[in-house]
């Protein structure tokens, strides 16, 4: 991601706003909207020549600074953007203070998207020229031409042996469709069916009904037909070794939402309660491990693990003194072993993925799952949660309350 330089930026300013460039004087209440519909639509560069767009806060319409001071508090809401998940695929921006034409300046770059289209609140922004709108059907169609021939995450790569017949058009329409679009773009939505997966890369496009990965783990009437790995192995164990007499398990597969919903009443089922009645007046119940801290690692667990190469499922052992959970495919991107749980270290492998899981509410906000459940593992009264990263996958260990 090249840097501007301030002769270029100052050009932006001086020319009329087009499809590269948009002024905003603050980012306060309605404007913070309309920045993150500009970060949307220069995201998904309908334009197609691949040009980053510029967003300038402090700037009025004739490219002149309007005097805005420009601290810390404004460059951090601005690079919030990038991951507060109201923009979906995660945008690729960068924030910057700058002094252009003898004002500061928060300078706002976005890079044009990998894998369109890009949505806000639901919703697909375009820029053409100095417009701003909603992109129609055939737009809709232009994205997703354009992210046939990009180097695409292996999240919506297709899956050669399945058909469309092996996505549920009653999960699609009734749960991810209400789920994932705001209620008056479904009301105007007049594309077939085929075209709305082909835009929510469930296939690779309308006239290619291949199911992507994405597609199978969101609507699979029978995923690990095709991706055999994509499946929790829980085990409760009597004992802390894994020869020791195994007490209950499954193999839960199914849809993500699915793996998801039946392994977490796996874990309230074996959750025990622990009575205290002799420390104060009335009794204190608390729980073995805490509910937010079991979640936290499954979400990141299937969110982050490697489907590509491997029929290795996600493994969950529960253990008399620990929980182990075993994700396949170590730290990724910007994430190593070293910086891995750090507080606002995050990269997504398969973002499409992070995407799905955001519109089906497990998700509220990203980056922070390692530390919610450090948090609640402290707030319960367990020992901290460890994990442990190598490049063939991530070991998270929660010992038991004592």
């Excluded at 290619?208 to 409760?236: C, I, M, N, W």
């Excluded at 995407?355 to 509220?364: I, P, R």
Aim: some cysteine.
């Amino acid at each position: 991601m090249s840097r501007l330089s301030d002769a270029q930026l100052e050009e932006l300013l001086n020319d009329v706003e087009s499809h590269h460039s948009e002024r905003k004087e603050s980012f306060k209440g309605e404007t913070s909207q309309r920045s993150r519909e500009a970060v949307c639509a220069f995201a998904n560069d309908i334009s197609g020549d691949d040009t980053p767009g510029v967003l300038f806060i402090g700037a009025k319409d004739n490219g002149e600074g309007v005097g805005l001071e420009i601290g810390d508090e404004l460059l951090r809401a601005l690079a919030n953007m990038k991951s507060d998940g109201q923009i979906l695929p995660f945008p690729a921006l960068t924030v910057e203070k700058r002094v252009l034409k003898g004002a500061e300046m928060a300078v706002v770059i976005v890079q044009p998207s990998d894998i369109p289209p890009v949505k806000y609140k639901g919703r697909i922004w375009i820029r053409t020229g100095s417009r701003r709108s909603l992109a129609n059907e055939q737009e809709e169609r232009i994205l997703n031409e354009k992210r046939r021939y990009k180097n695409i995450p292996f999240d919506i790569r297709p899956i050669p042996s399945a058909t469309i017949n092996d996505l549920s058009k009653t999960i699609f329409e009734n749960e991810y469709l209400p789920a994932a679009f705001a209620p008056d773009v479904l009301e105007g939505n007049q594309r077939s069916y085929e075209e709305r997966l082909a835009t929510c890369k469930m296939i690779v496009a309308s006239d290619e009904p291949t199911p992507t990965l994405l597609g199978l783990l969101a609507l699979g009437k029978s995923p690990q037909d095709h991706l055999p790995g994509a499946y929790v192995q829980f085990l409760r164990i009597n004992g802390e070794k894994l020869v020791d007499e195994v007490i209950d398990e499954a193999s839960i597969g199914g849809t993500i939402r699915e793996q998801l919903r039946f392994t977490e009443q796996k874990l309230q089922s074996h959750n025990r309660r622990l009575f205290d009645v002799t420390s104060a007046a009335t009794h204190q119940t608390t729980i073995s491990y805490p509910l937010p801290a079991l979640q936290q690692v499954l979400y990141n667990a299937l969110l982050h693990r490697t489907y590509e190469g491997t029929n290795t499922p996600t493994f969950l052992y529960w253990y008399n003194d620990r929980i182990e959970v075993q994700s396949p495919g170590g730290p990724y991107g910007n994430v190593t072993s070293s910086n891995f749980g750090e507080a606002g270290m995050t990269d997504y492998r398969n973002p499409n993925i992070a995407e799905l899981l955001k519109a089906l509410g497990f998700v509220q906000r990203f980056g922070r799952g390692i530390a919610i459940a450090k948090e609640a593992m402290r707030s319960n009264g367990n020992p901290p949660l460890r994990y442990e990263c190598e490049q063939s996958g991530v070991l998270y260990i929660l010992p038991a309350k004592r």
